[in-house]
C-alpha cells in the first residue's frame, strides 16, 4: 500500500449479481474490505456496475460470424469509499464497445474497449482501459472446474499517472458437487497482479488469496 511499508492482511466479502433482459444484460459486484493486520482498522467499500446493450438483441439481426459472436454498447460506473475517513472516495465512469467472442471450450470470452473518466479523484483525469473477461469450465478425474478471470488494461492519466494492469485469474472446484448440490458452492484461488497499482509507477502487488462462493 502507498505510504505503509508492512504486510497488510484484509477479509474480503464479495457480493455480485449478473442478469439478462430483452436487450442486453447488467453486471455488478460490491467488494467489503476489512483491515485485519499491518495497518489502521478500517472498512473499505468497492463496487462496479456495468450494463450492455447489445446490437444483435436492438437490430433483431444475428451478428455472429466465426470467432466474433457480439458487439454491445456498454456503460459503467465504478466507485469506492473508505468508511472510516471523511475524504470522497473513488468515482469513475466508463463507457465505450464491448465485444463477445465465441470461442472453443469458453463458457464466455468478452473484451471491453473503453473511455476511463475518472470524477474523483479529480487529479486524475480520463485515460482508456481493455479488459478481457473469461470464463473456461473442464473436468478433470470426474470434478468439475472452472478457470475465470479478467485483467484491466489502463492508460496512464496525464504526466503524474502511469498506466497500469490489474489481473485477477480465478481457479474454482465445484465443492456443492460432492454434497449433491452441484453450481452453488464454490472453492478456489485468486491470484491477484497488480502493476502500477492506482497508476502509482513501481507500486506493484502480486498474492494468492482464498477463494469460498456461495451461487444463489
Known amino acids: 500500500m502507498p505510504k505503509n511499508a508492512n504486510d497488510i492482511s484484509r477479509s474480503i466479502i464479495t457480493l455480485s449479481h449478473a442478469d439478462g433482459w430483452a436487450l442486453g444484460r447488467n453486471f455488478l459486484f460490491m467488494d467489503t474490505l476489512i483491515s485485519e493486520q499491518g495497518e489502521a482498522s478500517q472498512v473499505n467499500l468497492y463496487g462496479e456496475f456495468y450494463s450492455y446493450l447489445s446490437f444483435s438483441k436492438m437490430t433483431g439481426q444475428n451478428l455472429a460470424y ?33 465485444v463477445d467472442f465465441k470461442l ?25 482501459q481493455i479488459t478481457p473477461v473469461w470464463k473456461f469450465p473442464f473436468t478433470l478425474a470426474g470434478t468439475h472446474w472452472s478457470l475465470e478471470g479478467f ?16 489481473a485477477q485469474p480465478q481457479i ?19 491470484y491477484q497482479y497488480w502493476n502500477n497499482k492506482y497508476g502509482i509507477k513501481g507500486l506493484q502487488e502480486s498474492l494468492p488469496q482464498a477463494l469460498l462462493l456461495w451461487k444463489f
Open 66 to 98: 466465426g470467432l466474433f459472436k457480439d458487439l454491445n454498447l456498454t456503460v459503467g460506473v465504478n466507485a469506492g469509499e473508505n468508511m472510516d475517513s471523511v475524504r470522497s472516495g473513488s468515482r469513475v465512469i466508463l463507457y465505450g464497445f464491448t
Open 104 to 128: 472453443p471450450g469458453f463458457k464466455l470470452f468478452t473484451v471491453d474497449f473503453l473511455q476511463h473518466n475518472v470524477l474523483e479523484p479529480v487529479a486524475f483525469g480520463t485515460s482508456w
Open 151 to 166: 485483467a484491466d488494461f489502463i492508460g496512464p492519466k496525464g504526466p503524474n499517472y502511469a498506466g497500469s494492469v490489474l
Open 172 to 190: 474454482r472446484l465445484d465443492v456443492g458437487d460432492f454434497f449433491g448440490v452441484a453450481g452453488h458452492l464454490y472453492a478456489g484461488i485468486e
